[in-house]
């Protein structure tokens, strides 16, 4: 129901409970389509649900990239090649179903089973030490976004991406080897999916996720699996589609939880948090934002990624000044950011970007223009250094919030600044 109407499952729950009400004229509509209800029976603006041609029905996905088709290793390859070289067209057909195929991937990597991944092929045995340096490549794009933001590293995460695709269809490798492989593909595929997200384009990274759901079930590690499945949370909040992220975090966490990762735990659950903020769901958001803290202050533990590394108090202040902002709440969400300001990883230079932007948007709306003004400027330093479209977007939004009040010599130093700043560029 959640996914037909757009619509969170509590808020459904608390539909059918009478304890809320649908008010809002849009989303009844929106509520009324997704459910099918046939436009004259209902005196509102409905628009007819199309009736698809019967000789050719709209395909959803794009040939073997099909999440219902049996997950084995040749379909991740096909996966892979949808991400990092597909044709334009097999990608196209791939986006335009993205809300279907995030419910049927979610589904698929969370049900089925996939078949064992070895290959005893005439070429080059897989070492080790070569798995061990290719691992080191990705956790060093990682630490490099993490420092200077995404910058070119889209195009060194495609081209690595290749590589270990080259080697999986390549090489010879027992089943051990060869799961191992498929975790640093799964790891390589969410980190460039990632970097093109942080580049500022909002459709492709959901081909690099996808892939990443396919090389995790191949591994057989079912937190790379929720570490994709974290970054698909990411884009629907930051895109619109905030029961996306809901969905997609609350799944992952059902995996994981007998894992004892209270890290990884945490994180999912951050992401949750956002989704629900971002529907208006307070006491839900509030609710997960709480027990992340509660298993962020357990330390991580000996079953908690590597690549979770970042996850620390400040990273869930921040989250939690997130959501307030995202509640209406500007005068929480400063305090928040002000706890996340003192424990975030100083390295972390592009998080702590914005998280300033947000405390700086949450000082004006509270009404404390010289706090925000001077937030504003801590925010263009690290705009001078990082290279970041969604850091870039956010330093945008931050200084339109200014403008209604550019008379204030507060803001005029800010928005002069940001002038400079953009014609020296």
């Known amino acids: 129901m959640a996914q037909l109407t757009g619509l969170s499952q509590a808020f459904l729950s608390m539909m059918e409970s009478g304890r809320r009400r649908l008010t809002n004229i849009d989303k009844i509509i929106e509520f009324l389509t997704g459910l099918g209800v046939p436009a004259d029976l209902v005196s509102l603006p409905i628009a007819p649900t199309p009736v698809p041609a019967v000789e050719e029905p709209p395909a959803q996905f794009a040939g073997d990239t099909d999440p219902t088709l049996p997950w084995t290793g040749a379909r991740m390859v096909a996966a892979l090649d949808t991400a990092v070289g597909g044709s334009a067209m097999d990608r196209r057909r791939f986006l335009t179903a993205s809300g279907v195929a995030l419910t049927a991937f979610v589904n698929a990597w969370d049900t089925t089973e996939a078949e064992p991944l070895r290959r005893a092929a005439g070429g080059s045995r897989l070492t080790h030490e070569l798995l061990d340096g290719l691992q080191g490549a990705t956790d060093s794009l990682r630490t490099m976004d993490a420092s200077d933001g995404s910058g070119t590293l889209a195009s060194l995460g495609n081209r690595h991406l290749q590589f270990l695709k080259h080697l999986l269809e390549e090489t010879s490798y027992d089943e051990a080897t060869g799961r191992r492989l498929a975790a640093i593909i799964a790891d390589t595929a969410t980190q ?34 929720a570490g994709a499945l974290s970054y698909i949370a990411i884009h629907g909040y930051s895109t619109g589609a905030p029961h996306h992220a809901v969905t997609a975090a609350q799944r992952a966490q059902e995996k994981i939880k007998r894992l004892g990762t209270p890290a990884l735990e945490a994180m999912l659950l951050t992401r949750q948090a956002r989704g629900h903020a971002k529907l208006g769901e307070r006491q839900a958001a509030l609710a997960a934002l709480g027990r992340a803290a509660e298993l962020c202050a357990q330390g991580r533990s000996e079953h908690d990624p590597h690549w979770l590394y970042w996850i620390n108090e400040g990273e869930i202040h921040g989250q939690a000044g997130s959501c307030y902002l995202d509640l209406g709440d500007p005068g929480r969400a400063v305090a928040a950011f002000a706890k996340a300001r003192d424990a975030l990883n100083p390295a972390d230079h592009r998080t702590r970007g914005l998280f300033l932007s947000r405390a700086a948007t949450a000082h004006v709306e509270q009404g404390d223009l010289e706090a925000g003004c001077a937030t504003a400027h801590e925010v263009l330093d690290l705009a001078a250094k990082l290279q970041s479209a969604r850091f870039d977007n956010h330093v945008t939004s ?28």
């Open 192 to 225: 460039t999916g990632w970097f093109v997200f942080d580049s500022g384009d909002r459709d492709r990274p959901l081909s690099y996720l996808y892939a990443a759901l396919r090389a995790a079930k191949a591994s057989q590690d079912v937190r790379l699996g």
């Open 398 to 425: 931050m200084i339109n919030q200014l403008q209604p009040v550019a008379h204030s010599p507060y803001a005029q130093d800010v928005l002069e600044r940001r002038i400079a700043m953009t014609a020296g560029s």
